[in-house]
């Protein structure tokens, strides 16, 4: 079967990999119907996690949508023929983190990850025709039949992620609302607290285009390439600054301009995602003006697909509107190459395997 590699950094292909097979009675294997890439694949893909990766091995990709094709021996909840969605993290649901709720650090799984490399379980990816999925009943759900491949992608990763940053944020009625970094989870985000009673949404990106999807559901557009965009958003709440800051770049200046643009005792809700150390924190500052830090950017996602499933299907939202670019599995290199210069109006890429039962 065909699947992406790492191959380097910024260097990504297709080879020929052995099919995966049942090696523990919960696993599932699925037929990859659709697969995307995700803002944290570029950590990789730029060679943030360049030494626990494989070159030439290790798989990419943990968001999808696909189809039983076998099922191990004591796997009771699904058969052949299903359509499921797993998490983007592996979860066994029964140590006492996944208990907690914490299931991106379950212990059984030690921390596992689709197509993350040595430091994360050394799994194989989502961008490839078929999938083995461990502990397959613990961290999957079956994706209704009102649920299109476009919409289910988003159940693995962005949409519980988007849902766990504004449930951090704890909006309230008539809130000001800013969104840092309007990839696909930000503006996910963004749609979120417009639903949750967000009095004022301001959005804010170094992307024209990602400014201007977010212009659609009327939010204020700040260009973070303006050097007085902090001011601006000052000036535009008469001084007051936001109650709430929704933080999904995953860099160190946009963590820096979420706290700046909060007001005494305003709240921080990061979903963006961070590897090494080494950023000073002015804690001073954090001291003085009450503010509350919520990081989540390693989500525990398992716990909000479900809900995440009732709002695709009620049409709260639809995050396959999202889509603004498709390639093929063979195409992985260009789709990867357009996602990390941000060209073209790219927001979320959708890629195709071949064959399979698209919907
Ligand atoms: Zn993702
Ligand atoms: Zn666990």
Redesign the pocket.
Known sequence: MKAAVYKGIRDVGIREKDMPTIQHPDDVIIRVQRT?I????LYIYRGDLHETMGPGESGLG??MVGTVVEVGPSVTRYRVGDRITAA?SVSCGSCPSCRLGMTAHCETTNKAVYGFGRAFGNLEGAQAEYLRIPHAEAHTERVPETISDDQAIFL???LP?AITGVENAQIQLGDYVGVVGLGT?GQLALRLAANRGAARLFALDRVPARLAKAAQVGAQTIPVSDPNCVEQVWELTAGHGLDVVIEAAGQRDAFDLALQLLRPGGTYSGLGVYVGGGHPLNIGDVFLRDLRIFTYGFDNTRGHMWPAIRLIERGVIDPATLITHRFTLDQIADAYRLFDQAEDGVIKVAVHPPGGNHR
Do not use: P, R, V
């Open positions: 995307s995700c803002g944290s694949d943990h968001e983007y693995s990763c962005n992620a989870t």
